[in-house]
């Protein structure tokens, strides 16, 4: 067992106490209320009560509250809508549903009830959460879209962005490790080249600055996504890159509910580059020796192995040199051996045949893997850096309401393996959320939010480069353990030199903690005042303490004494922000008033220190725990701290005549003590304008097949103030190089001088964003059938960017608003209820977005006429998207003809090296006899695409049988998108990695034998008049994901209603199930890693 183990369970335990904490300080009235309501009712006599509950098609209401007037007595309705309680003889009972009027209905003796329960029009109208408050989705007049997490309960979402994913307009990224929720999230499009670009959360009505993880989907009631800017200018600084407001659960009234879920999954690595088995990796290894060292042409003109001669004209290796002797017969063998042309090696005395086929593939340079070829011993180092990841999420929660006081208190464990060795994720989350009506006028409440988590172990490298540690670059005849059963340290070669990487070894010598503590807290009162006056005060203090222990001990063999020790690091955050809020809601005949008027203000405070101890004592015994006796002159230590502060004031108001003609206006002035002194404050302001057509009397004859239909407009701007450091438009001291020698009283002092190394930026302003939106939704055929559009444009300018100075100003850069980039596109969301009758429910939605990015200006550099440049160096164009391709282009292969042979030999290449297209021949070399070879440089390059998909679309059914068995199937599509990769080059670093024996990702390639145009030979050379070392390709990164398939089953209540239980559902779901791409390399999306996780859950509902 761990020693950290109790303390983490000691901080689950504190969570629990404190959250318990707040729920028993509810009210003592209320509570001594029920206590004596239970006490009379316990000394009445009691009697049964049974009945049916129906719907107005006569079906019946599965789950209808049945509650005893002014008891908690009370419970909900059987599948065939029937129930059974007792109560008080002549009670009243509150018959109640979602959707449905709420009925009360006076008990008869004898009498059984049989109720038909009536729509309620009104709870039916769909309500949204917008900044600063509620409106019906009828009222708004910007683009917002509402997710209900309860519709993909079943797939076990473990993160926010799972239940975000599929939102039109939202790309979400993936993330393939345990923890599973640094997906990034976008919204519309990358508005700027040099600031943050994702959404802004609010959770519960506050501005959220702490991770995504540290909130349970299992605690969220609904999601609502500000997508332009009427709807999200009320948040002005923070909301350029839209909006995204997070509204977690509450009790309802009635009894209290008791929900325990518990979801059991496995991960497995679904998509990674491949790595070559034992008999991969030695055909490999011969095809590349064959190509670098046999490779020539023939007598008859055309390339092929073993045709390299010396300059006599011998051949250097004879056919056949390197092919495998295990599949000759003896007198072919010996044949084999004793062929070996002018460069080739023959038996050594002693040696046997398979011997020197090990030192022909130059085997013979680790006598380690020698020995292990020879005697037929390997390692799958696949299986030792993945595995089969096992994960677990609980969570357990109990809600419930009076008339006074409304609660829900949440506990949530989640301990997760990733698909890669060591990597591993825990978290214990507990919610608390209470709010109580002390008195008509007054209500206060309070949101308290605790995370303890661990972000990992130490984990298996996947790298990136050829010689980072990467188990899966070692060869299959490497080995795990040496000859007294220990981990290698170097299982290549035994050695330090080229020797490989063993995970497994390194992990006995280093340990580390690393992860954080969070406490997310939010209270609020509100006042109801006179004439539709009211006032609310919210505040939301935030904690966050931060932890990283690292310790490497003394003992690790061939590590220096500067990197052996530990390293311990400690910050804090403290976030506060609040608001005060005035509203007017009145509503005078057919018109409708709501004005806001809020005051916000924030600030923020981070603290951080770092100590690196080298040559502790004691050096291993305590390990990171105890740490003294360092050696100072190789140890270190660091502190940091860091204060901003922002404030804000708004207004915003609403107009409805006869809920068919709205007006949202909004204005907000920010101040954020980030930017330059002589422009803090910006000011942001939206209108938006909204018809409800179909009301009109000229769509009356629609009536019939049409619902609603609404048409939107709006206009706004909104703030960007995410540009890292908040210091960084002040100047900055630092301490020069070198020292001054200075006298004083005769004697000589040593200093180090500073000097001014950042350049103040005092008139560093906002980036702003504005945008148009025109949107219209539709709803057809009682709501079987609704769609959303909308089309977009948004320009962001004054972007926040970093401008190169001349060198004779003595600063290198300073912080300016620069240029402008634009993103316009179009949005689809279509939902029918295709089938619908008593034993089938077949519902589709289906997403479509195209969004189009362009920079329009740069600002950053001229010609000498005056003409706007591209910037190059970091990737920018003008009139292109950002993350715009521009690179050679190629076309295919130099194949093995004449016509090839003669052109690729111009450009120093032979058959199978890439064939690059030469679109600028002004700076071509002609030879005397008019031949024209070509030369490469920026000019040949164009523009072949954007890194970033313009397209995307989600498609997802859900099916009912019986009402109690369900299956959904979702997908989505990212499309359009490119990548720029070197893989079809085939180049070992030089050759260096395949010589000193290391495996590589399997991989096709171009042989004579296999003249494709898709992949060059092995090791490959570009064309040596400007790209010699290679050019990539450009492949197609679009791909479809049929994401999810889960399958759902509620137990008849007549069962479970035996033992107490209300509701016992469960669930059986694959995620990520299959991919469709082009992409050969490791997932399209992520470019890498991915995982296929089987998920088994039950929820349990008391």
């Not at 049945?66 to 059974?84: H, S, W």
């Not at 095809?287 to 046999?294: G, N, V």
Request: with cysteine; charged share 20%.
């Amino acid at each position: 067992m761990k020693e950290n183990s109790f303390k983490r369970n000691r901080k689950a335990m504190m969570a629990l106490l404190l959250c318990t904490g707040f729920i028993v300080t509810q009210p003592i009235s209320v509570m001594a209320e029920e206590i004596m309501i239970f006490a009379q009712t316990a000394q009445q006599q009691k009697q049964s009560v049974s009945g049916v509950i129906k719907d107005a098609t006569g079906e019946p209401v599965i789950g209808a509250s049945v509650l005893e007037k002014g008891t908690t007595n009370g419970t909900i309705t059987d599948f065939d809508g029937r129930f059974t309680l007792n109560v008080i003889p002549g009670t009243t009972l509150i018959i109640s549903y979602i959707g449905y009027k709420t009925v009360e209905m006076k008990t008869v003796a004898g009498q059984p009830i049989n109720l038909t329960l009536t729509e309620d029009s009104e709870m039916l109208e769909e309500v949204v959460v917008v900044g600063y408050g509620t409106m019906r989705k009828k009222d708004l007049t910007g683009s917002v879209v509402q997710i209900n997490p309860s519709k993909i309960a079943d797939q076990n979402p473990t993160s926010v962005q799972d239940v975000l994913r599929g939102t039109p307009g939202l790309q979400i990224g993936y993330d393939a490790s345990a923890k599973g929720s640094d997906a990034s999230i976008l919204l519309r499009g990358q508005n700027s080249l040099g600031t943050n670009a994702s959404p802004m959360i609010v959770l519960d009505g506050m501005a959220f600055y702490g991770e995504l993880s540290e909130i349970n989907p299992d605690d969220i009631a609904q999601i609502d996504v500000l997508k332009d800017a009427s709807s999200a200018a009320i948040y002005g600084a923070k909301a350029a890159a839209g909006v995204i407001i997070i509204t977690t659960k509450k009790g309802k009234e009635g009894k209290p509910v008791i929900n325990v879920g518990a979801n059991l999954s496995v991960s497995r690595k679904s998509d990674y580059r491949d790595y070559f088995d034992a008999a991969g990796y030695l055909k490999f290894h011969q095809d590349w020796r064959k190509m670098y060292y046999t490779y020539g042409q023939g007598e008859d003109g055309l390339y092929d192995y073993y045709q390299a001669k010396d300059g006599s004209g011998n051949l250097l290796y004879p056919a056949g040199y390197y092919d495998d002797p295990r599949t000759l017969t003896e007198g072919e063998q010996k044949a084999w051996a004793s062929n070996i042309g002018v460069s080739g090696i023959g038996l050594s005395e002693g040696e046997s045949i398979l011997g020197l086929f090990a030192r022909r593939l130059e085997f013979n340079n680790s006598p380690m893997m020698m020995e292990n070829f020879l005697n037929g011993r390997m390692v799958d180092w696949n299986d030792a850096t993945f595995r089969t990841g096992f994960n677990q999420d609980y969570n357990a929660s109990i809600s419930g309401a009076t008339e006074r006081v409304n609660y829900y208190f949440s506990l949530g464990y989640i301990n997760n393996e990733g698909a890669v060795q060591g990597n591993e994720y825990n978290a214990f989350r507990s919610n608390m959320k209470i709010n109580a009506k002390i008195t008509d006028w007054l209500e206060v409440g309070a949101n308290v939010n605790f995370q303890d988590r661990s972000d990992g172990d130490i984990q298996v490298s996947l790298g990136s480069n050829y010689w980072d540690n990467n188990m899966l670059r070692n060869s299959p005849y490497a080995s795990m353990y040496d000859n007294n059963g220990n981990y290698e340290q170097y299982p290549m070669s035994g050695l330090p030199t080229n020797g490989g990487y063993n995970y497994y070894f390194d992990r006995q010598y280093y340990d580390l903690e690393k992860g954080y503590t969070v406490l997310n807290t939010i209270f609020n009162a509100k006042i109801t005042l006179p004439a539709g006056f009211s006032y609310q005060f919210n505040i939301a203090p935030r904690y966050q303490w931060f932890y990283d222990r690292y310790w490497m001990s003394a003992d690790l063999p061939n590590a220096s004494a500067a990197d052996r020790g530990v390293n311990r690091g400690w910050s804090k955050n403290f976030d506060w922000n609040l608001n005060n809020t005035i509203t007017w809601d009145k509503i005078f005949g057919e018109h409708h008033f709501t004005a806001i008027l809020v005051q916000e203000a924030e600030e923020h405070r981070y603290w951080s220190d770092n100590v690196n101890a080298r040559n502790i004592t004691p050096s291993d015994a305590l390990g990171f725990h105890y740490t003294q006796g360092a050696n100072k002159t190789q140890s270190g230590f660091s502190t940091n701290d860091t204060h901003y502060t922002a404030a804000s004031y708004l207004g915003r108001l609403f107009y409805s005549f006869k809920d068919r003609y709205m007006f949202t206006g909004t204005f907000r002035r920010d101040g954020y003590s980030g930017f330059g002194s002589n422009n803090p404050w910006g000011n942001f302001g939206s209108v938006g304008l909204s018809w409800v057509f179909s009301e009109e009397n000229f769509m009356s004859d629609a009536h019939d097949w049409m619902d609603m239909g609404k048409l939107r407009l709006s206009w706004g701007t909104n703030g960007n103030r995410e540009f890292g450091d908040v210091y960084s438009t002040l100047s900055n001291l630092s301490l020069a190089g070198g020292s001054m020698v200075y006298y004083q009283n005769g004697n000589s002092n040593v200093v180090n001088p500073l000097y001014m190394s950042r350049l103040a930026a005092p008139n560093l302003e906002w980036e702003k964003t504005k945008a148009w939106n025109i949107g219209l939704d539709f709803s057809f055929l009682n709501g079987r059938l609704t769609a959303n559009m909308d089309y977009y444009l948004k320009k962001t300018t004054d972007m926040i960017m970093s401008q190169r100075l001349p060198s004779f100003s003595g600063f290198g850069s300073i912080m300016a608003n620069l240029g402008e980039v634009q993103n316009q596109g179009f949005e689809i969301a279509l939902n029918s209820t295709n089938i619908q009758n008593r034993n089938f429910i077949w519902n589709t939605s289906v997403g479509f977005s195209i969004n189009k990015n362009k920079i329009n200006h740069i600002y950053y550099d001229y010609d000498e006429n005056g003409v706007e440049k591209d910037d190059t160096s970091n990737g920018w164009f003008i009139g292109q998207a950002i993350g715009t391709i521009w690179y050679y282009e190629t076309d295919g292969v130099w194949q093995n003809t004449p016509e090839d042979i003669a052109s690729a030999a111009l450009v120093g290449q032979k058959p199978g090296d890439p064939k690059v297209v030469n679109h600028y021949t002004e700076d071509d070399r002609i030879l005397e006899d008019g031949t024209r070879i070509p030369v490469y440089n920026d000019n040949d390059k164009v523009y072949q695409g954007t890194t970033a998909p313009p397209v995307y679309w989600n498609l997802r059914n859900d099916f009912t049988l019986w009402k109690d068995l369900t299956l959904s199937v979702s997908l989505y599509s990212y499309m359009g998108h490119k990548s720029r990769a070197g893989y079809w080059l085939n180049q070992e670093n030089g050759g260096s990695q395949v010589t000193n024996g290391f495996n590589v990702a399997a991989r096709k390639y171009w042989t004579p034998d296999n003249p494709t145009n898709d992949y060059c030979r092995l090791n490959a050379a570009g064309p040596n008049t400007g790209l010699a070392n290679g050019v990539d390709k450009v492949y197609n990164r679009s791909f479809v994901r049929l994401d999810d398939i889960t399958l759902g089953y509620t137990l008849p209540q007549k069962w479970t209603r035996k033992f107490m239980i209300d509701r016992i559902r469960l669930t059986a779901s694959c995620k990520n199930v299959c991919t469709f791409d082009n992409w050969e390399y490791g997932d399209p999306e992520t470019g890498g890693l991915a995982t296929r996780t089987f998920n088994f859950g039950i929820n349990v509902t008391l």
